[in-house]
């Protein structure tokens, strides 16, 4: 298959090559004979041509030598390719026309110097000097190529010579027409030349925009390398000089070469962009690079050197840039990108062009239609082609892109799922966690409050005497502290009765610890029973001894107690079954207004000493014990 095309290539280069060729069969023919019949001559064909080798002559020397050996021109335009010395043109002509205004037409805007002599009877008559040495406006016609009309009477000979250097290839592609035949000329040249740059402008423009809208960098170096061999070609076919810099004669010199070397650059960037060189093709990405790099280094010598080497060099250097970018997308078509298939026919397209252009400046092919305008076509199919290959690639990319956003997608929905189900677990784990918490908050609670209730047991049983239920020692001090500091507060009386048992010693001895048990519990039962009021307080404070704390009761008020504690003692015997004993109770009572706080052990003191008094007195009875303030 491959084999195949590249046959089909190589028979359409053949072709080419045919065509070209085509137009060498061109002899010369003498003398040029104006006629009214023929308004279009082509000069080429009646031409001499003489290269002045040590750039000496002037058309008067010239005229007057006899050594110089003219060469007939053997084709249609007469090319030496590049030189650096001047050549002379000459043709000698008649006119058989009843016409006897005509135009010499040179159909290449890029010359240097050049000098037109007409020579009539061995004498000068009429000389110009045009090139592009001078500002665009010193041309008798302000035309991009170089027109000269002249007058020649019918039946006259006149000699045209034509000298002509400069950095360009040396081409003399002139005509001879009148004024009808000129202006028809210009109308389809203008026609054909406008359809070339509106194309490339529309290519150029048209991939800017797309360029805006996709920040695709390949579509950037396109535009660039469109603008560039766009530019190219305005200043190739002298548009440039005539609208754009026409006062510029130090550019308009430099422009050609500049902008070869810019083509050249320009390419380098697309086609490593399109075809991803770098990374794909190791070796042509360093020769390319290699050739970018020389063409650089030519740039910027552009303002020291002459523009014959700087034009010289580029069009050495687009050849093989150019092979290159063709080798470049065939292999890479080949390894399976399909928009490399246009990539490849586009540049092999521009390849055909260029290299006509190149060998006709070069001098080793005519220069003629095909070979004068091959690179011109060339760049359109380029151009076009590049643009279908460019939108192939974008498809491939895009293609590619909606590949991934879908792998981006499916994994994102993966990680999703994966973040729920590890979302779900950790609520599980939270819930689990919480629950516990709650069970042990609610073991704690429980365990705090049994040991709460624990405490106020032990608080209770630290306050209460165990054998009679009333409250103990602890209870008595603490009661008896408060209620003197609160009395001392209030200015309150504040009465204290102590109830000693007076046959404590002698029950215990002769019925043992639980009949005197019993006994105190009787005691405390009448004492409970007498004493009623709230804030009144009866405790056990010693073996045999009972502290009866009455706030707010006087002296009065307290011996009245105390009387019936002793009467309702002795009146009731105690009874534990086997016997039945007389009870008595000693009892001391003191009573006081506190004057001070802190000193309840004086009230206490002072009633226990009732007490002992009782006692010595010899029992069951009451004893009052004033208190000293
Ligand atoms: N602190 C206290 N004092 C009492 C109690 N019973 C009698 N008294 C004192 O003894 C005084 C004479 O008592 P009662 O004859 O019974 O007269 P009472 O005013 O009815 O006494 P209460 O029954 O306590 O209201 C009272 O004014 C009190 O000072 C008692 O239970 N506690």
């Known amino acids: 298959m491959w084999g195949l095309l590249l046959l089909v290539r190589i028979k359409l280069l053949l072709a080419c090559f045919l065509l070209v060729w085509s137009g060498l069969s061109w002899g010369g023919e003498g003398e040029l004979q104006l006629r009214d019949d023929k308004p279009v001559v082509v000069a080429g064909e009646h031409m001499q041509w003489w290269i002045d080798q040590n750039g000496m002559h002037s058309i008067y020397s010239l005229l007057k030598s006899e050594s110089v050996s003219w060469a007939d021109s053997t084709a249609e335009v007469p090319n030496l390719g590049y030189r650096m010395e001047p050549v002379w043109f000459r043709m000698p002509l008649t006119n058989g026309a009843t016409e006897t205004m005509w135009n010499l037409v040179i159909d290449y805007p890029l010359i240097r110097d050049l000098d037109i002599f007409f020579v009539a009877g061995g004498e000068v008559t009429e000389i110009f000097q045009l090139g592009e040495r001078f500002e665009f406006s010193a041309r008798p016609v302000l035309h991009r190529n170089f027109i000269v009309p002249f007058r020649i009477e019918t039946g006259d000979n006149q000699i045209i010579y034509v000298k002509m250097q400069g950095p360009y290839a040396m081409q003399m592609p002139a005509k001879i027409m009148n004024a009808k035949a000129l202006l028809e000329y210009e109308v389809v040249s203008v026609l054909s030349h406008g359809l070339f740059f509106g194309f490339v402008m529309v290519m150029g423009f048209y991939n800017l925009f797309l360029y805006i809208s996709t920040r695709e960098n390949t579509y950037l170096f396109y535009v660039l390398f469109t603008f560039c061999i766009g530019l190219f070609q305005f200043v190739e076919q002298g548009f440039a000089y005539q609208f754009l810099w026409p006062k510029e004669v130090w550019w308009q010199n430099k422009a050609t070469g500049v902008l070869l070397h810019a083509c050249l650059i320009s390419s380098f960037l697309f086609v490593n962009s399109f075809l991803e060189m770098r990374k794909n093709m190791q070796w042509i990405f360093k020769s390319y690079s290699l ?24 069009v050495m250097l687009v050849i093989p840039a150019t092979v290159l970018a063709v080798l470049g997308g065939w292999l890479t078509w080949m390894k399976g990108r399909s928009d490399a ?3 490849s026919i586009a540049w092999f397209a521009f390849l055909v062009g260029a290299l006509l252009l190149a060998l006709n400046k070069l001098g080793w092919i005519p220069r003629n239609m095909v070979t004068e305008h091959g690179a011109e076509v060339g760049t359109v199919i380029e151009l076009g082609l590049l643009a279908f290959a460019l939108a192939g690639r974008i498809k491939i990319e895009r293609l590619k892109r909606q590949e991934l956003e879908f792998h981006a997608r499916e994994m994102e929905r993966t990680a999703l799922l994966a973040k729920e189900h590890a979302l779900e677990l950790e609520k599980m784990n939270s819930e689990q966690l919480e629950r516990n918490v709650r069970e042990r ?8 409050s049994e040991l709460s209730q624990m405490n106020r047991r032990l608080e209770q049983l630290n306050q209460v005497d165990s054998v009679t239920g009333v409250g103990n020692e602890n209870s008595f001090l603490v009661n008896l502290s408060k209620e003197w500091d609160r009395s001392y507060r209030e200015g309150e009386v504040l009465s204290l009765i102590v109830v000693e048992l007076d046959c404590y010693r002698d029950i215990l001895a002769d019925y043992g610890a639980v009949a005197s048990d019993e006994c105190l519990k009787n005691v405390a039962s009448i004492l409970e029973r007498l004493i009623s009021r709230p804030a009144d307080c009866i405790t056990r404070y010693g073996d045999k001894v009972f502290g009866v704390i009455l706030p707010g009761t006087d ?4 011996q009245y107690i105390a009387d019936k504690i002793v009467a309702a003692v002795a009146a009731q015997p105690f009874d534990f079954g086997v016997a039945k004993v007389d009870a008595s109770v000693s009892v001391g009572v003191s009573a006081v207004m506190p004057f001070r706080p802190d000193q309840y052990r004086e009230l206490l003191m002072s009633a226990e000493s009732a007490v002992y008094v009782a006692k010595n007195d010899g029992g069951n009875r009451v004893k ?6």
């Open 291 to 314: 050739l970018t790099a020389l063409s650089l280094l030519t740039l910027c010598s552009v303002p020291f050197m002459d523009e014959f080497w700087t034009i010289r060099f580029g």
């Open 341 to 343: 298939r246009f990539f």
């Open 441 to 448: 908050t609610r073991d704690l609670h429980k365990a705090l």
């Open 555 to 558: 002296e009065k008020g307290a």
């Open 624 to 629: 009052f014990a004033a208190m000293s303030s």
